[in-house]
């Protein structure tokens, strides 16, 4: 057992003292603690100055022991060195305080895009950041960009929305805009930039039935995937995916292989749009799609050329689509895109009598006004109730 080695002080002069380091240096002589003794309020009282190796001399320490005892006297100033080290923490937050209300009451709409907003969006999808980043520049850049946060008026949003609109740009595409605005107005807030109501609250938003109406037939669907599969047999796969099991794109390109389950014919569709995981049923084609390939667990399904997560819809789905369907189609509710095939599985099984409640489960639709837009197509819906005017016609 090491002997415990007892540690000196050495008085210099009256109210300072030293210890030595018993294995540091500093320069050629061991490294020095100085300490202060003076009497405050008629108290004696001992406080530590510091390690010469962090800049304590005995000069500094003799200036500190003088002015220490000056604010004894005199009343004035912090008495003590905790007293003065308290001062100095509340000095230095005020002063960061008040850099900060400044930087925040500088801080511009395209400073807190580059430096908050958009470093925080990596969990979005890749089709979602080109896009938002698109209008982003398109739109919001020209009226916004060198706007201080704290003074972005109603008047400047309207100006964006007047510009769109005069772009003929689509209304989806307007509120699209506003809600990215009202996402960077929304952390602003959170991060103490604003005080204010979003300003996009102030804005009348264009209204129209956006909902996409177009949804293909049995034939249509065969014809799709029969042309998908001799252009790009991927392609073909994950169109089979989101039409038998009303997958959207984003969930079929993140789909890994110990997601599967084939015994059960069951696949779990984790961190979906609606944020909530759900369980998606095989169709036989399905199963047998999947089981050709030689699984890797924990691998994804479909990957790209490098490997990693395929991150948009194919060229040559679109191609093949606007050849087949969306020839002279400018209504964009009634053109096919990829989306098409999970409204196309959604109302198939509407059409054959599934309940909107057992489709909202299945498609994973986190509201069910979502689900509602198929009630037209249910055999037992609507149709069938203003039937029953017919009896008293």
């Known amino acids: 057992m090491e002997e415990k080695v007892e540690r000196k002080w050495v008085r210099v002069e009256r109210g ?15 490294d020095r603690y100085y300490i202060l003794r003076y009497i405050v309020d008629g108290v004696k009282r001992q406080e530590a ?9 005995l000069e500094k320490a003799r200036i500190e022991l003088s002015r220490l005892k000056e604010a004894n006297r005199l009343g004035e100033g912090p008495r003590t060195l905790a007293e003065r080290r308290d001062l100095a923490k509340i000095k230095k937050a005020q002063e960061d305080a008040l850099r900060l209300l400044e930087l925040r009451n500088s801080m511009t709409f395209s400073e807190f895009w580059e430096r908050y907003y958009w470093p925080a ?48 740009k689509a209304p989806s595409s307007i509120k699209y805009v506003m809600a990215i605005i009202s996402q960077v ?40 995937l029969s042309e998908l599969q001799k252009h790009s047999p991927v392609v073909y796969e994950m169109a089979l995916l989101a039409l038998d099991c009303g997958l959207r794109f984003g969930e079929i390109s993140a789909l890994k292989w110990n997601d599967c389950n084939f015994s059960n014919g069951v696949m779990l569709i984790r961190d979906p749009k609606s ?26 399904i479909f990957v790209d050329k490098y490997g990693g997560r395929v991150a948009r819809v194919s060229n040559t789905f679109r191609r093949i689509a606007d050849e087949m369907f969306n020839e002279g189609i400018k209504d964009s509710r009634m053109r096919v895109c990829f989306h098409t ?8 099984l509407v059409q054959n009598g599934v309940s909107l409640f057992e489709v909202k ?15 037209h197509l249910s055999p037992e819906g609507l149709q069938r109730v203003v039937k029953i005017l017919d009896g008293d016609l």
């Open 16 to 30: 300072i003292r030293y210890r030595e380091h018993p294995s540091r240096k500093h320069g050629l002589k061991p």
């Open 49 to 57: 100055l510091g390690w010469a190796s962090e800049g304590v001399t």
């Open 341 to 348: 095939l999970r409204h196309t599985f959604a109302s198939r």
């Open 361 to 375: 489960e299945l498609l994973g639709h986190s509201d069910f006004s979502m689900t509602q837009r198929y009630s």
């Open 275 to 300: 944020s909530v995981n759900r369980f998606a049923f095989m169709t036989d084609r399905v199963r047998k799609m999947l089981e050709k390939y030689e699984k890797k667990e924990n691998g994804l």
């Open 185 to 224: 107005w929304t952390l602003a807030t959170r991060d103490c930039y604003v005080t204010e109501k979003c300003p996009v609250r102030q804005i009348s938003l264009p209204k129209k039935d956006n909902k996409r109406q177009r949804y293909l037939t049995k034939v249509e669907s065969l014809k799709l």
């Open 121 to 168: 969006q990596g969990h979005k999808a890749d089709g979602s950041l080109v896009a938002e980043k698109a209008l982003y520049s398109k739109w919001i850049v020209p009226v916004l960009r060198d706007k201080v946060l704290s003074q972005i008026s109603a008047n400047d949003v309207e100006r964006i929305k007047i510009a769109m609109s005069r772009a003929k």
